[in-house]
């Protein structure tokens, strides 16, 4: 199986702080990355797909990279409604993985 | 646009079979763009993909469940269905049915809120 190492697993910021947060993969995986949002007690939220590609509807401050096999999710200038867990996903080859996730916190 | 909502037993014993059934609203599951799929979550933790299905019947799903994974279609009643046998507390988790958008790079686009399965004597 392809394994997803995100880091941090944690990190406190402050609203308006430019985030960062990183999804390493076990092997070559192309573009095949998808970020997600879950808040507690609600369904995961896709964000961004293709490692760069947001989802139609999703504000801009949220972006993807892709350098080899580390994907990074970039929140600039995060708001209160940004505080949530956030997961790394592969769809290159069975199964499906997802990284551990990582919470963001308010500072 | 697409909503999905899971119903079904949320306790089941030991060794028994997990029934869910995922209602599919917005949208046909006869969609040529998605499968659909289930994934889990056991509480506290992270997220496990369980399997997809397409309309046409071809299947895919996680090994490291052992082939005790059955996933069904109902086109007469645009629902699709999760079955997971001889369950153990380790199958504890909140079961998520989801739209699998099949592009060139596939991604989960839609989930149900999701229903809390406990498996306990």
């Known amino acids: 199986d392809i394994q997803l190492t995100q880091s941090p697993s944690s990190l406190s910021a402050s609203v308006g702080d430019r985030v960062s947060i990183t999804c390493r993969a076990s092997q070559y995986i192309s573009t095949y990355l998808s970020w997600y949002q879950q808040k507690p007690g609600k369904a995961p939220n896709l964000l961004i797909y293709?490692?760069?590609s947001l989802r139609s509807g999703v504000p801009s401050r949220f972006s993807g990279d892709r350098s080899g096999t580390d994907f990074t999710l970039t929140i600039s200038g995060l708001q209160p409604e940004d505080f949530a867990t956030y997961y790394c996903?592969?769809?290159?080859?069975?199964?499906?993985?997802f990284g551990q996730g990582t919470k963001v916190e308010i500072k | 646009q697409l909503q999905l909502q899971e119903s079904g037993p949320g306790l089941v014993k030991p060794s028994e079979t997990l029934s869910l059934t995922c209602s599919v609203s917005g949208g046909s599951i006869t969609s040529r763009s998605h499968y659909w799929g289930w994934i889990r979550q056991p509480p506290g933790k992270g997220l496990e993909w369980i399997g997809s299905?397409?309309?046409?019947?071809?299947?895919y799903d996680n090994p490291s469940l052992k082939s005790r994974v059955t996933i069904s279609l109902d086109t007469s009643k645009n629902q699709f269905s999760l079955r997971l046998s001889s369950v153990t507390a380790a199958d504890t988790a909140v079961y998520h049915c989801v739209t699998d958008f099949w592009s060139g790079n596939p991604y989960f686009d839609y989930w149900g809120q999701g229903i809390l399965v406990t498996v306990s004597s």
């Open positions: 996903q592969q769809s290159f080859a069975n199964p499906r993985t």
């Open positions: 299905m397409y309309y046409s019947g071809s299947t």
């Open positions: 293709g490692a760069s």
